[in-house]
Structures are given as structure tokens and as C-alpha cells.
């Protein structure tokens, strides 16, 4: 079959995030030529919105730090937290995964990329065979002035305005109230300012992820189109050969050796979401242009899905209107003098635990007592600790009009507010308030673990993660099971190959990150683990396609 090709490249990749931009990277190094199709008018995806970690266990980074991991180690956690969940959790994927850390790493290294170790940021599961504490990447605050306009269309200009990281924030939530949180907000000012004098325009976490790679492959001859969505996957005699888009109204046919889906999950594709999960997406902090197009493509030529049943879940403060949009927390839900509880007034999980297990928890707990979640505090909570959702004063007018975050005298007061049993509210805190006092918390273990206390205050004892609610005024701040995003889609063999039900490979056809069905099955073994199988995968489905190309 002749095709009359517009254009043609060595390689097409859907999407434009933490996957998209690996693989253009990786192919491009490799000598192919490179086009990327971004659906929306804004390159970056979630990525760029994120909080830019990247979970990547024995890394080189670690290495030069001596840091102690191993890839006998990485496996053996793996297995131990993600265990069998289905053909994307298969052993050859995590060994491809762990075996494909090296090679991106260098990689972007080689190009400049500059990263940076969270050192003091735990696995999810830390005392679980192999769990450690400092697996996590991130990539250095990148002055975005380097990609001159094309910092304008960026989905990071939607993230924290500022040179500040990951590893930042564990202490920023209490600059005001610690002394380890004072000293590092001051180091982040001071970089602010520092970046400032020198008429840097510098961002940190997700944007500069992205910035940095696509600087990268901008360098290499990477071309980027922006709203220009895959709309068809072009198929001769059983291989993907290339695949139509539109471009400026006109639509245009690009042939390809190979075509590499980067596009993002289902996030806000209403219908899939009821259908696969029960919820409407609306709760999601995906980047909205995840509608899952390219599952539906590479369903349409037969290939497998899995994991379509889960996200990447965690407690969200619901968006007060529809020009806002839901806030997800990290670290506010393990302070102390705080705890979260169901609408009959109880506390149901281990409000300090992954944002993971915490949202399983909840949608588990919703179908027993149906109703609202509220994370409720005392007066100690406000005064102490960031709170990232009352950082702005319009956005917390809203939150009061809509009935999200509401502030009582007193405890009952309160319950009657949010429509919580009195009674049953007051014995919850009661007992909770023991737990603080002894610092043992006898129904959940919340500060247990090295992860629950990442996100503590270390002057709170006897346990840094609790402390008893005890004065007024109090405030409730209505919780839902919001996400990430999606971490269902496509089958991919360890090569990111997308596969049929039979395990058969669809030739010219690859795909990374939230696109396929998670290598972390049902759960989030530590910080970036959705962002660093997708540049893993993304690389190694470059570097697979190079070898055919070649």
C-alpha cells in the first residue's frame, strides 16, 4: 500500500510529558529523526504539573554517594510491595525496569540534565525487605529562560512558581514552626532571590523536569507540535507504519518507522472512569487533556489493558467551583493535631500512610459508611504548618462558601456544622488524644514508619505524627478519593512493545507511562513512582526502536 506521507520520520511519539520527552531523547541520540504530537495547546502533560520525583533505586547517583542499594535489593522490594498484579507486574517487567535506570540517567546526564538525590525521602514501604531512604531523583530548579517561547505553552507554569524541590517541602511545611523548617525556608528564599539577582527565571519539581528534557531534545532536532492529536494509528500488512493528525485545521498523514504513545491516561474521560472505577474523574489532578485517546487507538488494533480498575489514588480537597481545581496532600494529612474521619465520625485508616493505600482505604471504606471524609485539626494545625490549600486567600473564601473547609469554636459545634455525630466525634478525638499522650497510636500505627515521620514535626512527642486536638477554634476540610491520574492502559512486553491478549507483539508500536498499565501494580512503592518507570520505559522503548531502525 502506497501512502501519499506529508512527512516522514524515523520515529513519532504521542504526548509531550515525562515518557514522551525520555523517548524523544533516547531516539534522538540515537541518530532518529523525531516528531512529537502533543493533543493540547501545552507541551508537559501531568509531568510538568508534578511534583517532579522520579523513584529510579539504584541509581548512579547512589552509587557515588555510597548510598548502599543494590539491584538484587530493588527486586526483592519490588516483589515484596507490588508483588503479582497482572502481566505488567511480571518479573522480566521489574527486572527491565531496574536494568533500564542506568541508562536514562546517564543518558539525560551526558546531555546536562543536572540531578539531584531527595536523600532523606523514604520509600513508601521502608522497613520491607530492600526498602531504603534516599531512592528518589529529582532534576535540579532550570532556568526557563533556555527554551525561550516555548516556556509560554508549558503545563509548569501551572506549578509552584519558584527554584524550590521536592526535597524542600518535607521541611517547608513547617518553616514557621521548627528550626529545620526555618533554616530551609530560608535556603529557599535565598535561592529565590540569588536566582533573581541574576536575572534567572528558575522553577523547580515538575516544570523543571520537563523544561530541562525538552531543552534536550530540542537540542538534538527533536521537533514538537502542539495541538496536534495521534488521531489514527496507519496500519501495513500487521505493522504500524505511521499515523494521521491535525495540524492548523489541515490533516496530515506522518509515516514512521515506529510510533511510541506517551499521551497520558483516562483521567478525564468521564465515561471510561464510571465504567472501569466508579467515579467521574472530577476529583483528578491529571493534566486535563488526558482522555485516554491513545489506549482507544491501541485498542482499536487489538491490544491488551490491564490495571484499567486503579490510579494513582490519595486523599484531594474537592475543587470549590469549576474554574478551580482539586488540591492533592501530601503532607498536611500527617502533621499533628489532625486526624481524618468518615462521616459517622470515625477514624478509618492511618491518615499518615501513602496517599496510595490511603485512597484504597477510602473508596473501601465509602461502600460501608457512605458519605463524606473531613480532616479535621485544631488550632495548633493552622497556626504551625503550611497548608498548601490555605495558602491563598480568595481560594480559602471559596472553600468556606462551598462548605469544604469549615471552622468551629468547638468540637460540637463543628460535628453539627459538617452533619457528623456529636457524640461519636467527640469519643474519636478522645481516644486519639490518648494515642498523642502516649505516643503510640493502638488502632492505625501512624508514626510507626520512617515515611509516616518524613512528614512530622520532630518537636511533638512522644510521636512526631500525633498530637491531640484540644484547642479552638477547630476546622473541617472535606476529603475525596482524587488521584493523579489513571494507572491502567495498555499490555507492554519489558522492551515497552504493546502486546495482545496472547502476548503477541503489534510490530511498530510502543508505549510508557501513564498510557500502559502500571509496572507498580496496585501500589506506589516510593516517591516518583509513577514518573520514573515512565521515563525508564520511554528510553527503553527509543533505544528498542533504534535497534530496529538501524
Do not use: C
Not at 533556555?146 to 512558581?161: K, M
Not at 465509602?366 to 503550611?386: K, N, T
Amino acid at each position: 500500500m502506497n501512502h501519499a506521507w506529508d512527512d516522514t520520520v524515523d520515529v513519532v511519539i504521542g504526548g509531550s510529558g515525562g515518557a514522551a520527552l525520555a523517548a524523544a531523547i533516547a531516539a534522538a541520540d540515537a541518530g532518529l529523526s523525531v516528531l512529537m504530537l502533543e493533543s493540547t495547546d501545552r507541551w508537559g502533560g501531568s509531568s510538568a504539573m508534578s511534583g517532579g520525583g522520579l523513584w529510579l533505586p539504584n541509581n548512579p547517583l547512589m552509587r557515588r554517594d555510597r548510598a548502599g542499594d543494590s539491584r538484587d535489593e530493588a527486586l526483592a522490594y519490588l516483589e515484596e510491595t507490588v508483588g503479582d498484579a497482572g502481566p505488567s507486574t511480571s518479573r522480566k517487567h521489574k527486572e527491565a525496569f531496574v536494568d533500564g535506570v542506568d541508562g536514562f540517567v546517564t543518558l539525560a546526564e551526558r546531555h546536562g540534565v543536572r540531578f539531584a538525590r531527595a536523600k532523606d525521602y523514604p520509600d513508601y514501604y521502608p522497613e520491607r525487605p530492600g526498602g531504603k531512604i534516599g531512592r528518589a531523583l529529582e532534576v535540579e530548579p532550570f532556568d526557563v529562560r533556555a527554551l525561550g517561547e516555548w516556556w509560554e505553552t508549558s503545563r509548569g507554569q501551572d506549578g509552584v512558581p519558584l527554584p524550590a524541590k521536592t526535597d524542600d517541602f518535607w521541611l517547608l511545611a513547617r518553616a514557621w514552626s521548627t528550626p529545620g523548617g526555618l533554616q530551609r525556608g530560608a535556603q529557599v528564599v535565598g535561592r529565590t532571590v540569588w536566582s533573581l539577582a541574576r536575572r534567572r527565571r528558575e522553577v523547580g519539581m515538575g516544570a523543571a523536569l520537563t523544561a530541562s528534557l525538552l531543552q534536550v531534545a530540542l537540542g538534538l532536532g527533536v521537533r514538537l507540535w502542539l495541538s496536534a492529536p495521534v488521531e489514527e494509528l496507519i496500519v501495513e500488512d500487521g505493522r504500524v507504519v505511521g499515523v494521521a493528525t491535525t495540524r492548523d485545521g489541515r490533516r496530515r498523514l506522518i509515516g514512521a518507522t515506529g510510533v511510541i504513545l506517551g499521551s497520558g491516561g483516562f483521567d478525564h474521560h468521564a465515561e471510561w472512569r464510571l465504567r472501569h472505577q466508579g467515579v467521574d474523574g472530577s476529583a483528578s489532578s491529571g493534566s486535563k487533556g488526558n482522555l485516554g485517546s491513545a489506549i482507544a487507538l491501541a485498542e482499536g488494533l487489538g491490544a491488551a489493558v490491564a490495571l484499567m480498575d486503579d490510579a494513582w489514588w490519595g486523599g484531594s480537597i474537592p475543587a470549590p467551583g469549576p474554574d478551580s481545581s482539586p488540591s492533592f496532600l501530601v503532607s498536611e494529612r500527617s502533621m499533628p493535631y489532625t486526624i481524618i474521619v468518615d462521616a459517622a465520625g470515625h477514624r478509618f485508616a492511618n491518615e499518615s500512610e501513602s496517599y496510595v493505600d490511603l485512597g484504597h482505604h477510602m473508596f473501601d471504606h465509602e461502600r460501608e459508611v457512605p458519605g463524606r471524609f473531613w480532616m479535621i485539626s485544631d488550632a495548633r494545625f493552622s497556626r504551625r504548618y503550611l497548608r498548601s490549600f490555605a495558602m491563598d486567600p480568595k481560594g480559602v473564601k471559596q472553600l468556606k462558601q462551598a462548605g469544604i473547609l469549615v471552622q468551629s469554636p468547638t468540637l460540637a459545634a463543628l460535628a453539627q456544622a459538617i452533619g457528623v455525630p456529636a457524640d461519636a466525634l467527640a469519643a474519636t478525638v478522645e481516644r486519639f488524644n490518648g494515642f498523642a499522650r502516649t505516643g503510640v497510636d493502638q488502632d492505625f500505627g501512624r508514626g510507626n514508619s520512617a515515611y509516616d515521620r518524613y512528614y512530622a514535626d520532630p518537636l511533638v512527642r512522644p510521636n512526631p505524627n500525633l498530637g491531640p486536638l484540644e484547642k479552638g477554634p477547630f476546622t473541617a476540610v472535606q476529603l475525596v478519593a482524587g488521584d493523579l491520574g489513571t494507572k491502567g492502559g495498555v499490555v507492554t512486553d519489558p522492551d515497552a512493545r504493546v502486546v495482545r491478549e496472547d502476548g503477541s507483539v503489534i510490530e511498530g508500536l510502543y508505549a510508557a507511562g501513564n498510557t500502559t498499565a502500571s509496572v507498580m501494580g496496585h501500589t506506589y512503592p516510593g516517591p516518583g513512582s509513577t514518573l520514573g518507570p515512565a521515563v525508564v520505559f520511554g528510553y527503553r522503548a527509543a533505544r528498542h526502536l533504534a535497534g530496529k531502525a538501524s
